[in-house]
């Protein structure tokens, strides 16, 4: 068997059963969650980025229990999954990682305001028209995921005109049901506080290679790279290429969903995926 490369997934991956594994696997990290976000976020993971994040994160983590805490070779995570890896690969501390969590997540939404939002763009050329429709319509590339899938993120009233050309393109466009232009300039507000945080967050050498998904490249500087992933793109089709140029030959993804497992699939050819 060749490396592997553990994977964490973000925000859009909570399953029902998620909840049921943690409480089994982890009941001591369902209790932390449950005092940092002040209530359980599972019952209520599918009202928005206030719970939902906590609650993946932590079944995240709980499914990398469930296989042994398997370290790989690397690790990488998707957006809110890239705290999770941090916390897998032993650089950061769960109930820092968690609290990290909920600032961010509350950070973001007070960020959105509700003049933002995001489009996915999905079918065969969306990452090749991608960048020409966000910026004729004054939108941001929000998460490279595969060589099929896209999503811009910007002003909401930019993204019915976007969605039509892409339409006219012939690939499929829809309005994703969030608060907020995550991962975009619109995202601007939420730094200085998240960074304020961050500096005072100990951050120890991870155990493994852990790849940031800003830069498609390992982690170098964490806390720099956490901030700029509030208003930067997650360029996850480019961080799989590059693990797979680094050695990678194996994919486990260990959190909830299967959605990770399929982008991978989509971008990769000659590798072995597994799920948790």
Do not use: Y
Request: net charge negative; with cysteine.
């Amino acid at each position: 068997m060749g490396p592997t490369a553990i994977l964490f997934p973000g925000q859009g991956s909570q399953t029902p059963e998620m909840r049921a594994i943690v409480a089994e696997v982890r009941p001591e990290l369902l209790s932390v969650a449950c005092e940092v976000v002040g209530e359980d976020p599972f019952p209520r993971a599918e009202e928005g980025t206030r719970f939902a994040q906590p609650a993946i994160f932590c079944a995240s983590l709980a499914g990398w229990s469930a296989l042994g805490e398997p370290s790989g070779e690397f690790m990488a995570g998707h957006s809110l999954g890239e705290l999770a890896a941090l916390v897998a690969a032993g650089s950061l501390g769960e109930r820092d990682g968690l609290e990290l969590v909920a600032l961010r997540e509350r950070l973001m939404q007070e960020a959105g305001g509700g003049d933002g939002g995001m489009l996915a763009l999905l079918g065969t050329g969306a990452a090749d028209q991608a960048v020409a429709l966000a910026d004729a319509h004054g939108l941001a590339i929000a998460n490279d995921n595969s060589p099929q899938q896209v999503v811009l993120s910007g002003p909401r009233d930019a993204l019915p005109g976007a969605a039509a050309v892409a339409r006219e393109l012939g690939l499929r466009a829809i309005e994703l049901p969030v608060t907020g232009a995550f991962h975009s300039p619109m995202m601007a507000s939420a730094v200085p506080e998240f960074a304020a945080a961050l500096e005072r967050t100990r951050f120890e050498a991870p155990r493994v290679t852990v790849m940031s998904a800003v830069t498609a490249a390992p982690f170098d500087d964490i806390p720099k790279r956490l901030v700029e992933a509030l208003t930067m793109p997650v360029r996850w089709r480019e961080t799989m290429l590059a693990l797979q140029d680094l050695g990678a030959e194996r994919f486990v993804e260990v959190g909830p969903g299967r959605v990770l497992t399929g982008l991978v699939k989509r971008t990769l050819k000659d590798v072995e995926l597994a799920h948790a």
